[in-house]
């Protein structure tokens, strides 16, 4: 059978079109046709993305906000209208509500900073889940550690499920002020009940952080439904560039809230006697911004939006169903996160080998995976484990690339 007669009929979604977007995945690694399966650690870039950056360079390069002349008005432009483009992307109010950073990790440690080096008292808590990636426990174990407040897991079972009971009694306990969780977990593919967490909080007085950067590559995200307070992603995971990102907060919360950093751009008058911040989203914002990223982030969403999205979410959701139907049926796999509702990764032990070599032995074979404790080692220590061999998958991967893979892994298994 091929790729499109496994596929499920009722997807009608053309990976094979898409994949001729991807210009990266027709290569040979090691002697073979490359298989990517690491899209949570970073998603490959459609040429259209390459390209906007390119002419970005080619035809537009100048500051921003500052210069007279016809290439700073065109940058200008275009890095607001990427603004602009992410604002609608995930349906915020407004765009001075969507505040670039560097990625997810600076987006959390700029609420962490701003926010909770004002708001945080002695005794105060913030909870986390016990699956968080270290960017969304570190920052806020470093605000802790500063302002006397606690960090708290919320605790997660043997499926990597969040014990919603646990979390519940939590914040009746009192004196949360902060529920800070990842929408997807990416070492487990967990996707979290945010919309439930997010009332539970707010019902009881704490305000909630969303890091969304494995989720926005897989469906489509609305701020104002879900009512969060601040939202998280980095353009790298969602087929855009490295070192951008976004931050989008509750305009009421980002106007009380303190600069992150000071410098130019952030300002609106500087003297010795005292100095005035500008306005949002600038006042976020110092120094020179990552431009030419702001754009290709655009030109990822605009190339994302022109795709059938539910499509691919069924899509994806077979593809996943597919592979983790091969790893039951393979003697000797475990898989690590068997939540009820999950997206995109397979996370999984082979008896007798270490996840480490085995991904040494994959990519021999052209197949590209993540092994480690994938940054979340909390959750790889609550399972007694050091790591797993962690296949993750975008809608451009095939049925074909999934077989690929398990194929590899039985050569891979006949070294151990
Ligand atoms: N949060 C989650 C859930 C992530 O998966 C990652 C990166 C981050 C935050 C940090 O994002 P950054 O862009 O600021 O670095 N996760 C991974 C991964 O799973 N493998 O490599 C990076």
């Known amino acids: 059978m091929n790729n499109a007669e496994r596929a499920d009929p009722t997807t009608h979604f053309d990976v094979e079109a898409v994949r001729q977007d991807f210009p990266i995945l027709h290569q040979q690694v090691n002697g073979h046709p490359l298989v990517y399966l690491d899209n949570a650690a970073t998603t490959q870039k459609p040429r259209a993305v390459i390209d906007a950056i ?39 109010p407004g765009r001075e509500q969507i505040l670039w950073t560097r990625g997810t990790t600076e987006s959390v440690n700029l609420v962490a900073h701003s926010w909770g ?39 997660v079972d043997k499926t990597g499920t969040l014990d919603m009971e646990a979390f519940e009694s939590k914040l009746k306990e009192g004196r949360v002020r902060m529920v800070s969780v990842g929408h997807v977990s990416n070492a487990l593919g967990t996707v979290n009940p945010i919309e439930q967490i997010i009332q539970a909080a707010h019902e009881a007085g704490a305000l909630v952080m969303i890091d969304g950067a494995q989720a926005v590559s897989h469906w489509p995200v609305d701020v104002q439904a879900l009512d969060c307070d601040f939202y998280a992603f980095s353009a790298h995971k969602l087929f855009g560039p490295t070192g951008i990102g976004v931050l989008y907060g509750r305009r009421e919360l980002l106007e009380a809230m303190p600069p992150y950093q000071g410098g130019g751009e952030m300002i609106q008058h500087v003297s010795f006697e005292g100095t005035s911040f500008g306005p949002l989203p600038y006042k976020f914002e110092a120094g020179t911004p990552d431009i030419a990223g702001a754009i290709g982030l655009a030109a990822a969403i605009d190339y994302v939006n022109g795709l059938d999205r539910a499509a691919a979410v069924a899509y994806e959701r077979v593809l996943l169903a597919y592979a983790e139907e091969k790893a039951q049926a393979t003697e000797g796999v475990t898989l690590v996160g068997t939540a009820a509702h999950k997206v995109s990764v397979l996370s999984f032990l082979v ?18 995976v993540r092994t480690g404790n994938h940054c ?41």
């Open 54 to 92: 390119s002419d970005y360079y080619l035809y537009d390069n100048s500051n921003v906000h500052r210069g007279a002349h016809a290439l700073a008005e065109r940058a200008t432009a275009k890095f607001e209208g990427a603004r602009e483009t992410v604002a609608q992307f995930l349906n915020a």
């Open 117 to 155: 080096r004002t708001e945080l008292k002695p005794g105060d808590r913030i909870l986390v889940s016990a699956m968080e990636h270290h960017s969304n426990i570190v920052p806020w174990q470093m605000i802790a550690e500063a302002t006397g407040a606690r960090v708290e897991a919320i605790p």
């Open 351 to 368: 008896e007798g080998t270490h996840p480490n070599d085995l991904g040494f032995l994959l990519d021999q074979q052209g197949v590209a």
């Open 376 to 416: 979340a080692e909390p959750i790889m220590e609550q399972y007694g484990i050091p790591g797993t061999v962690r296949a993750s998958f975008s809608f451009y991967n095939t049925f074909d690339e999934v077989d690929r893979l398990f194929e590899a892994l039985d050569k891979a298994r006949q070294f151990f």
